[in-house]
């Protein structure tokens, strides 16, 4: 063969080798990608199989923000639980990883810890199971050793990789520039870092040397008002609502819990029966907010779907044109995951709707950040002025008490006084306050007692409190007498003194001692009796749990046209001084961090702040436990206390003559 034919050996084959290949590379959504090649195992998914996304329409949008020809380049998804948050991060990751391949990736939690675990639980199974172990690998091809897979690092073939990392490490994270950040469950994560300053931020600043291309998903469930991180995002973005049509008028709107049509004059929202007190599941259904229509669990799926009109509506202007946010409450759960009566079942345990309160206060913060999506207000903020002065009541002043009026609006007379003592060192601080069966209270009495020094056992200030506990005796406005059935006496100053004072008495005088919260470990207790080195009975009062009771008491606001007044409400005389409501205010909730960092809230007086009246508010509800603790276990021999039965028991007229 000559040398020219040699030169050309091949070159057909060549030419049409190369002809065949494709003018340009195929590009796929992030759905699309999905769709085809992504398993869903039954380990990690209540949905399990080939991934579907008309399962849950309202993420397609979400994901969508993912393919790299999207102009959005951050996405914020405030949400509740049970909405397949997992499966869509999951999914962004799986597109990047084994279709762009190229992108370096940061998947961040609150610990390196719950990094690790969704590595090896979550994302490695899920690249097992959609078939793609092959495509995971080192970048040092030299070396046998290397898969290019730990839970601590994935690398695949095209030159990408994945590092998980806990919040709590940024500056371990400070070697990587990143394409794709995925933050998961901010709320969770601690709230600064000390000198380092807020974790989300200084994980979005991973993303700056690509800052023009970079994507980033921020999702959690939201969980306080005022320190949500995913709150303080979903607001920097454009805040879209997922709207859909109702079946019969064809209204666009949200999911939405309750609310009322003024025009129409009919309520709206998520509706149900209860038969003999038990929700009735079969009942549960959503109306609509034009025509008042009921939808149920089975038009969950025509209600979600796009090609029946749902759609994402954004509702403000985001601070950046390419910054996307997004809520989705858990009452967009697809069908086969949580259903409309487990949301209203969770509702239910925290509020009745009889009594319309508050059940149980952590209940119903569970109840609005995994169901409704919201951060929850802490109960406690700061106590106005203006809301305590609403409390007095124009029908009595200091030293009455307004039966005709409880009798209306509170439930009931009045059914015994309790009268609360809080010592220092030149005074007495003395408070009665009488409890309703609602129970409402009423602040009867108020007094300063005031000596150069209480802590004298002489002093004329226990002689006037003696007197008072013994002889004095108030005359109801309906002829009713009453005397003082319990006193709590704060022994947190003049400890000896106090002890021996309420030793004279048989029963019915006490001293306590106040806690901000439980010791680690131990038990939650609202008050506990305990003994002193001399046998002197006393109280432990768990004074937070009483201050998160008292204060959105008194921010309450109440008219006699809104009808019978909430449990717990506080009424005070007409002629209370201004100085003294305002001990009432000086207290505020606020958020403190650890040394980990970690958001915690404690009550706070500033400085030297007057507060007497307030202690002794919170002095009083402890002090209707402790009555109706005693009376449950003394009188019907329960170890808890059943109120039906001691409202019963007191409405007789026991401590009233």
Not at 85 to 93: H, I
Not at 109 to 125: C, F, G, M, W, Y
Not at 380 to 405: C, D, T, W
Not at 469 to 479: H, N, P, R
Request: glycine residues 6%; contains cysteine.
């Amino acid at each position: 063969m000559k040398l020219a034919d040699q030169k050309t050996v091949g070159l057909d084959w060549l030419i049409e080798q190369i002809g065949a290949l494709p003018v340009e590379l195929l590009h796929e959504t992030p759905r699309r990608f999905n769709e085809m090649f992504r398993y869903l195992p039954e380990s990690v998914s209540p949905l399990p199989g080939p991934m579907r996304f008309d399962v849950n329409p309202p993420m397609i949008e979400i994901l969508e923000c993912f393919d790299p020809k999207s102009p959005v380049r951050e996405v914020n998804l405030k949400k509740g639980v049970q909405v397949t948050y997992t499966t869509l991060l999951e999914s962004v990751l799986f597109y990047y990883a084994f279709h762009i391949r190229t992108v370096p990736i940061m998947f961040t939690t609150a610990d390196k810890e719950l990094s690790n675990a969704r590595v090896e639980n979550n994302i490695i199974p899920m690249i097992q199971q959609s078939g793609f172990a092959d495509r995971v690998r080192s970048s040092d091809a030299g070396s046998s050793r290397k898969r290019g897979l730990t839970k601590h690092h994935i690398q695949w073939e095209g030159g990408g990789f994945l590092v998980p990392f806990g919040a709590q490490s940024p500056r371990k994270a400070r070697q990587f520039s990143i394409i794709l950040m995925l933050m998961d469950e901010i709320d969770a994560w601690p709230f600064n870092l000390g000198a380092d300053g807020d974790p989300v931020k200084l994980f979005t600043d991973r993303c700056a040397s690509y800052w023009l291309v970079r994507k980033i998903l921020r999702g959690s469930t939201p969980l306080i008002k005022g320190a949500s991180a995913i709150q303080k995002q979903y607001l920097r973005g454009d805040q879209r609502e997922y709207l859909v049509l109702c079946r019969k008028c064809n209204f666009a709107q949200p999911l939405r819990w309750h609310g009322t049509n003024d025009d129409k004059k009919f309520d709206y929202g998520f509706k149900w029966d209860l038969d003999d007190g038990q929700l009735v599941v079969d009942s549960v259904r959503w109306h609509c907010r034009e025509c008042g229509h009921a939808h149920y669990e089975h038009d969950k799926q025509k209600l979600f779907s796009p090609a029946e009109g749902a759609h994402w509506h954004p509702t403000a202007r985001p601070v950046e044109w390419d910054i996307r946010s997004y809520h989705l409450p858990a009452l967009y759960s697809p069908v086969g995951m949580q259903p409309w009566y487990k949301c209203v079942a969770a509702y239910l345990d925290a509020w009745d709707p009889v009594e319309r309160r508050v059940r149980d206060v952590m209940a119903f913060q569970v109840f609005y950040n995994n169901i409704l999506g919201e951060p929850f207000e802490i109960i406690g903020n700061k106590v106005h002025f203006a809301m305590v002065s609403g409390h007095r009541r124009p029908e009595y002043r200091l030293g009455q008490i307004p039966n005709y009026f409880a009798q209306e609006y509170s439930g009931s007379e009045i059914l015994f006084l309790t009268c609360l003592v809080d010592v220092h060192k030149e005074f007495l601080a003395v408070a009665v306050v009488g409890w309703t069966r609602t129970p409402c209270m009423y602040l009867i009495d108020y007094w300063y007692w005031r000596d150069a020094d209480c802590e004298a056992a002489d002093s004329p200030v226990w002689g006037k409190l003696r007197e008072l506990l013994e002889t004095k005796e108030w005359v109801a406005d309906d002829g009713k007498k009453y005397k003082i059935v319990l006193t709590l006496i704060d022994a947190g100053f003049a400890n000896d003194l106090v002890c021996t004072f309420c030793s004279e008495y048989e029963a019915g005088v006490y001293p306590t001692l106040g806690r901000d919260r439980p010791a680690k470990n131990q038990k939650i207790l609202e008050f506990a009796p305990f003994k002193t080195a001399a046998g002197y009975t006393g109280y432990r009062i768990l004074v937070d749990h009483y201050k998160d009771r008292l204060a959105p008491v008194l921010r309450r606001d109440w008219q006699r046209i809104s009808g019978p007044q909430y449990p717990h409400h506080f009424n005070a005389p007409i002629d209370v001084p201004d100085k003294s409501l305002k001990e009432l205010t000086k207290e505020t909730r606020r958020e403190v961090l650890d040394k980990k960092g970690q958001r915690t809230y404690q009550w706070y007086r500033p400085g030297n702040a007057r507060n007497e009246l307030w202690d002794l508010l919170v002095m009083a509800n402890a002090a209707l436990d402790i009555i109706a603790w005693d009376i449950c276990r003394l009188q019907f021999d329960r170890e808890t206390v059943a109120w039906d039965e001691f409202w019963e028991y007191v409405g007789s007229g026991i401590f009233f003559s």
